[in-house]
């Protein structure tokens, strides 16, 4: 008869905590601190403000700041979980207790699914009582949701669910106990540190280079829950303040939590069929030896030849010598990478007799794609997308939308001109870095970022970039953006307007006249004014650089009017129903000037007269 198979080992698992007792209670000490006393301290300190509403913000926003401390639970997880499985998985990396370990009339399964159920049932045990412990802390506070506290609870859960099952995975792919905290930290941060490596150096090769954000983020666990925020929306028809709170990472946080126990199988099928000679190694699984190597070279190329360009020599070279630069530091990166790794595993500093192929192959292989990145061989650089694809442009990075054909044909015009000037990117001085978004009709999104000559030959030929740029910046559309904002301006949604006029004074000290306006004042000025003033195309003008005619054409007066949907409104995410109106006052500005002059006693002075007469403001 077959004896059953046994995944605990009651007799390890109480030696394991008789042991290890302090980790899982500086553990609960931490949960403690940032849980419960965390939330302590909001509802005494930072909540407490002086506000009419202030006890109904308090109410719903203790929701929030439940959810908030996920993210130093996550840091949390994090570090413990490589900690305890230091701890638990200890008998791997001595070739003595490994030998006793498996001289034992257990199973390896056994023992490892002992450890691991002994390493992460405390912890889970943890999470519980600071839970309890967090309710009867809130139990004196109104209108805390249990659906919060629950997502708290489930927070916590899977991320030491996900993080020990991937220090589990680590503790079996190598054989010493130092490497794991490495392997499993650069595991958790690889893929966006190599994504962020790899742009930076086409950034450097590729003119013109921009991207929209991190695409493989979500393949590095840590990186990705750190930047996870909470996100509020007010409750439609409620008090003021009130909101509903969400996590958009939670379903990023059951996928990981899935991975980790897939990741703490594969652990234990690695653990299952490793040598015991392997513990003190590096790398205790044979065939990923190579691939050891070979991963350590080609990221010790990129991050070496990505930092050596960003700490010493960024905003200092572009163009070819920077390229030139970055293709030389590779190699370097490479040797330290491949022969640091060889020297790990050999335990030796005499690797240098052999390995000198697969090093070259590799420096060879690295430095043409640079070439290809370099020369432009995909065609990158020159590409314009064709007028009847583009859906609409975003100008400046900013969220708006422009559609109309002159606007786009403008950015169009102005992109060409900076693929023009690539031949100057070396030798420019001074420059101000250009974005440029198109959003296409297939729904893709090309963005470049250009560094665009500055200097004051190209500020004063109306046909170079700059001169395109201030074309772009000062068309209908963009006009239109900057005086007709997305809150209406009606008496109801006007929260303060007024007229200031900044500059010098012989003595050499800034003055500032301010007028305050009255809403009805505010609305005679906008709608009888700067609407008309904006349509003719001098007022709402936004001027790139500073040369002599903009000097003698704007003056030092500038006109705001604050809105809001709700004035009384100050909650989270209040900027979304806010706008202002910000316009400088130009001397072709007729209507808006003769309404200045007639109704306050603001007299305006250009730019050009402030310098003559005082050295400022520039």
């Not at 960003?310 to 490479?334: D, H, R, S, T």
């Not at 432009?376 to 009847?388: L, M, N, Q, S, T």
């Not at 306006?517 to 505010?522: P, V």
Request: proline share 4%; hydrophobic share 45%; net charge negative.
């Amino acid at each position: 008869m077959k004896s059953g198979i046994s995944f605990f080992n009651r007799g390890i698992a109480l030696n394991l905590l008789k042991r290890f007792w302090p980790l899982w209670t500086t553990y609960l000490a931490t949960l403690l601190f940032v849980f419960p006393v965390n939330i302590l301290s909001k509802l005494s300190w930072e909540l407490n403000w002086a506000f009419d509403s202030s006890a109904v913000y308090e109410i719903y926003a203790v929701n929030g700041y439940i959810l908030r401390t996920g993210r130093l639970v996550f840091l949390a997880s994090f570090v413990f979980a490589v900690l305890v499985a230091m701890a638990v998985f200890g008998y791997l990396y001595d070739q003595r207790c490994c030998g006793l370990m498996n001289s034992l009339p257990l199973r390896r399964e056994t023992v490892y699914s002992t450890a691991f159920i002994t390493g992460l049932a405390p912890m889970l045990a943890a999470d519980l009582l600071v839970w309890l412990a967090a309710w009867l802390v809130l139990s004196g506070v109104p209108n805390v949701g249990a659906d919060y506290m629950l997502q708290w609870l489930a927070m916590s859960v899977m991320s030491n669910i996900a993080f020990f099952g991937m220090a589990s995975f680590c503790a079996g792919l190598t054989g010493s106990i130092p490497i794991l905290p490495a392997l499993y930290a650069v595991l958790n941060v690889a893929a966006w540190l190599l994504e962020a490596a790899v742009r930076s150096l086409l950034d450097v090769l590729v003119y013109g280079y921009a991207y929209d954000g991190f695409v493989l983020s979500w393949l590095s666990p840590v990186v990705r829950l750190n930047s996870c925020d909470v996100e509020s929306e007010q409750i439609e028809g409620a008090a003021e303040w009130a909101c509903t709170y969400s996590i958009p990472c939670f379903n990023y946080l059951i996928g990981f939590c899935i991975a980790g126990i897939v990741l703490a199988v594969l652990g234990l099928l690695l653990v299952r069929r490793r040598r015991m000679e392997v513990a003190g190694d590096v790398v205790a699984v044979g065939w990923l030896k190579p691939a050891f190597k070979y991963c350590m070279a080609v990221g010790g190329a990129l991050t070496f030849a990505c930092a050596v360009y960003e700490c010493f020599f960024n905003y200092v070279l572009y163009g070819v010598p920077a390229a030139l630069l970055v293709i030389a530091m590779m190699p370097v990166g490479a040797f330290i990478g491949f022969f640091g790794s060889e020297m790990l595993m050999q335990k030796s500093l005499h690797v240098f007799t052999k390995g000198w192929k697969q090093y070259i192959s590799i420096c060879c292989c690295l430095t043409l794609l640079a070439l290809c990145a370099e020369f432009d061989v995909a065609g990158y650089e020159k590409r314009i997308p064709d007028f009847d694809d583009i859906e609409y442009v975003s100008v400046d990075n900013r969220a708006g939308k422009e559609t109309q054909p002159e606007t786009i044909s403008l950015c169009r015009e102005l992109h060409q001109k900076l693929i023009d000037d690539k031949a100057q990117e070396s030798g420019v001085q001074n420059f101000s870095s250009v974005p440029i978004n198109y959003y296409l009709k297939d729904g893709r999104h090309i963005c470049r970022l250009y560094k665009m000559d500055c200097s004051d030959e190209k500020k004063a030929d109306p046909d170079s970039a700059v001169g395109a740029l201030n074309k772009l910046y000062n068309c209908p559309e963009l006009i239109s953006e900057r005086v007709c904002p997305s809150v209406p301006v009606t008496k109801n949604t006007i929260i303060s307007a007024g007229i200031i006029a900044d500059g010098g004074s012989p003595e050499g000290h800034y003055r500032y006249d301010t007028v305050n306006l009255t809403q009805e004042q505010a609305l005679d000025l906008y709608y009888s004014c700067i609407l008309p003033d904006s349509k003719e195309g001098t007022i709402g003008l936004l001027f790139c650089f500073d040369n002599e005619e903009v000097l003698k054409r704007e003056t030092n007066v500038n006109i705001w009017i604050e809105l809001a949907l709700n004035p009384r409104y100050n909650g989270p995410d209040a900027y979304k129903y806010c706008a202002t109106v910000y316009v400088t006052l130009l001397t072709d500005s007729s209507r808006t000037l003769e309404w200045i002059l007639g109704s306050t006693s603001i007299e305006p002075m250009t730019r050009y007269e402030l310098q003559q007469l005082y050295g400022g403001p520039a």
